[in-house]
């Protein structure tokens, strides 16, 4: 069994720096893809970022902008760090992995099998 545990989120102020955390146990991630989706209230769960096995390449929705940087040590674990962050930030942020598919990351939540409880991120104006 694969358990994703987020961690890091909270209330912040814009403009403010978070970075979000992704601890992965259970089955080795060895052979996994991870990425980051939120799920803003209201609306469809969207695909922020993702990393490949490696960590060597990374893939960003076209709306963070360059804000939001997705990392993955040499282990489990990965990590989003977000600056910059505005109230459309909010949402609840949810840590997934997949096992190899294809050797691009998807994009589509159907390309992962596991995912975490999800932790919210709340940024006021």
């Known amino acids: 069994q694969v358990q994703l545990v987020e961690s890091g989120g909270g209330l912040v102020q814009a403009g403010d720096s978070l970075r979000l955390s992704c601890a992965a146990s259970?089955?080795?991630?060895?052979?996994?893809?991870m990425a980051w989706f939120r799920q803003a209230p209201g609306k469809e769960r969207e695909f922020v970022a993702a990393?490949?096995?490696?960590?060597?390449?990374t893939y960003y929705a076209n709306s963070m902008k360059g804000r939001f940087t997705i990392s993955r040590d040499t282990a489990k674990n990965m990590y989003l760090q977000m600056n910059d962050l505005k109230p459309e930030d909010t949402a609840v942020y949810y840590c997934?992995?997949?096992?190899?598919?294809?050797?691009?990351?998807?994009?589509?939540?159907?390309?992962?099998?596991?995912w975490g409880q999800g932790t919210q991120v709340t940024v006021s104006s």
């Open positions: 997934a992995a997949g096992a190899l598919k294809t050797i691009i990351p998807g994009r589509s939540r159907d390309w992962y099998d596991y």
């Open positions: 259970g089955r080795t991630f060895a052979t996994y893809a």
């Open positions: 990393i490949t096995l490696s960590g060597g390449s």
